[in-house]
């Protein structure tokens, strides 16, 4: 029977690939008055934007551009002069651009993608602000970030955290909220996109977020930072692979649960549990429990009837997941903000609702 595990905390450390996939999109449409002007597209690479091809408009203003589909999503830029029209591209997609010459880089419309879509309304909205933190901004904020955090992996929450209004950035960090989206995107990239080269630079913003603004309450808190959340992919009772990641970037304060049934205190622990999720489900709560137990039958047996996620660590006392979460005994007790950032560790499980909602 498990009594107690000690263990040492581990980290872990990324690299990026990147090469062209087979096949290409296409960018096509209608330039109003642009008859024998040339556009071209531009694809970036550290930081600087160079030429991928270039297409001349026809007396009657249609176009088009073919070239090869990036790996990754990635941003490319129409570009007629010095205007220039920011276009998300994730692989085979034909993405249609209807402008004129005459606001050719504002009044413009894109088609045939919901990236596409998504990113023109970001920049329709931001041409709009005068400053990020303008009331304004704040407004169009609150509502911009829940949109965001519906796909934080996705090449629009990428763009989005990167948009900038003049010289400042659309997400201001001293802003606890808006730093919170910030490190959710890095945190969905560091777990769902881990070759993706955008990565490690998110992983790099987000720590130097951590250094900037860390506050230590007590050694047993776990500063919120999208490096503290290492993703946990475990089998629940019906083989089904769950990701602590994924569910942790659904917008719902996450409890994560180290646990085996097979302990002398587990079925009241698991009441306690109950009680603290019936109480606050409705208001966007999710247990992910991992269970430790030598007996796997026993393991499906007890997690039957329970109503949150539950999975299944073989390894049981010597799983490297208890490394990475520094564990040293269980039941242990995280708990994961709306925005996929790990708050606190929770020590004792009745302040576990008290806890939880701070950050409902």
Request: hydrophobic fraction near 40%.
């Amino acid at each position: 029977m498990i009594k107690k595990v000690i263990m040492a905390m581990t980290a872990a450390a990324l690299l990026l690939a990147g090469c062209a996939k087979q096949g290409s999109f296409r960018i096509e449409g209608s330039l109003n008055g642009g008859a024998d002007s040339t556009l071209y597209l531009y694809r970036a690479s550290n930081g600087i934007w160079f030429p991928v091809d270039s297409a001349k408009v026809k007396s009657d203003g249609s176009f088009a551009i073919k070239a090869d589909s990036p790996e990754y999503p990635d941003i490319y830029r129409l570009a007629l002069g010095t205007q220039y029209v920011d276009i998300p591209i994730d692989s085979l997609e034909t993405v249609t651009f209807t402008g004129a010459v005459a606001d050719f880089a504002t009044g413009y419309t894109l088609a045939g993608s919901a990236a596409a879509e998504a990113v023109m309304n970001i920049d329709r909205e931001c041409r709009k602000l005068t400053s990020p933190i303008s009331p304004e901004a704040k407004a169009y904020k609150q509502k911009l970030m829940p949109e965001l955090l519906k796909e934080p992996q996705s090449i629009v929450a990428y763009y989005a955290i990167n948009k900038f209004i003049g010289r400042e950035p659309l997400f201001d960090v001293t802003d606890r909220q808006e730093r919170g989206v910030v490190c959710a995107v890095a945190n969905a990239f560091k777990a769902l996109r881990p070759d993706d080269p955008r990565t490690a630079m998110l992983e790099q913003m987000a720590l130097g977020l951590q250094r900037q603004y860390r506050t230590v309450a007590n050694p047993d808190t776990i500063v919120a930072s999208q490096i503290d959340l290492i993703d946990i992919t475990l089998p629940d009772r019906t083989g089904k692979q769950r990701s602590l990641a994924q569910e942790a970037a659904k917008g719902k304060v996450t409890v994560l649960c180290f646990t085996a049934y097979s302990l002398d205190n587990s079925a009241p622990y698991n009441q306690h549990l109950a009680k603290v999720y019936n109480a606050l489900k409705e208001r966007g709560v999710e247990i992910f429990q991992v269970g430790l137990d030598d007996d796997v039958a026993a393991w499906k047996l007890a997690a039957e009837p329970l109503p949150w996620i539950t999975v299944y660590d073989e390894n049981g006392v010597q799983s490297k997941n208890l490394m990475r979460y520094n564990v040293g005994a269980i039941p242990a007790l995280f708990v994961i903000d709306r925005h996929g950032v790990l708050q606190e560790r929770v020590d004792d499980p009745d302040l576990l609702q008290a806890t939880i909602a701070k950050y409902l």
